[in-house]
């Protein structure tokens, strides 16, 4: 398996403009998170989803983030529009069931800058 | 609602010494607890956890001791390698167990 895929890999954009991320999780995995990393706050958990559907989105900073997860193979994470106080690394992860304990495997993350 | 404090890094030490991360938490009942590390440029791995109390987790050289009397999870190693250099985290489930919830991540560099 080519484990979780995220795309695009870097990303550099001017304040206003909206990003999409996007992820494609492990197959069979039937839970999927996004993570945002900064050095200030460290890795918090953004939102996540079980079979496709968002469970806890409390970790959604404000309304101009948005998730979806149209099928069980993609995910993308929207920001519009963006600032630049959103920069940070923005991880996907995955995992087989939906007891927490199993591991969570990480995408290789996205570096988004907003200038 | 659970939380959990790691010491602040970096930590730096010399191929072949010994290390420890601590990492402490606070929580209602005894949830798993994991070690995670992201190596540069990379997503976090697994790299080791416990799922109950005095249970110890293992892997590549490195231990963790769950300990419900001192509620701790610290991370060891006896010889540290140049290759071991990463961010550490600690973590544990949310209250609704629905969740992992990280500390701040420890930086650690190992020179030869």
């Known amino acids: 398996d080519a484990g979780v895929i995220q795309s695009p890999r870097h990303e550099v954009t001017e304040m206003g403009q909206e990003v999409t991320l996007r992820c494609k999780p492990i197959s069979g995995h039937d839970y999927l998170f996004w993570y945002r990393q900064t050095m200030m706050r460290g890795l918090e958990l953004l939102i996540y989803f079980n079979n496709n559907v968002p469970i806890d989105d409390s970790g959604m900073p404000e309304d101009r983030f948005s998730a979806k997860m149209p099928n069980a193979s993609f995910s993308n994470l929207k920001i519009q529009p963006s600032e630049p106080r959103d920069s940070a690394v923005y991880f996907c992860?995955?995992?087989?069931?939906?007891?927490?304990?199993?591991?969570?495997?990480f995408g290789p993350g996205t570096r988004l800058t907003v200038l | 609602g659970n939380s959990v404090t790691q010491m602040e890094g970096p930590v730096t030490l010399s191929e072949e010494a010994f290390l420890t991360i601590n990492c402490t938490y606070t929580a209602t009942g005894y949830p798993s607890l994991f070690w995670y590390v992201q190596y540069p440029g990379e997503g976090l791995q697994l790299l080791l956890k416990?799922?109950?109390?005095?249970d110890k987790g293992s892997n590549k050289g490195f231990e963790a001791t769950y300990r419900k009397e001192t509620t701790s999870f610290h991370l060891e190693k006896g010889s540290v390698q140049v290759s071991d250099s990463a961010v550490y985290f600690c973590?544990?489930?949310?209250?609704?167990?629905?969740?992992?919830?990280f500390g701040k991540g420890t930086t650690l560099s190992v020179s030869s």
């Open positions: 973590a544990l489930l949310n209250q609704a167990g629905t969740a992992l919830i």
């Open positions: 992860a995955s995992s087989l069931t939906g007891v927490v304990t199993d591991t969570q495997y």
């Open positions: 416990a799922t109950k109390a005095d």
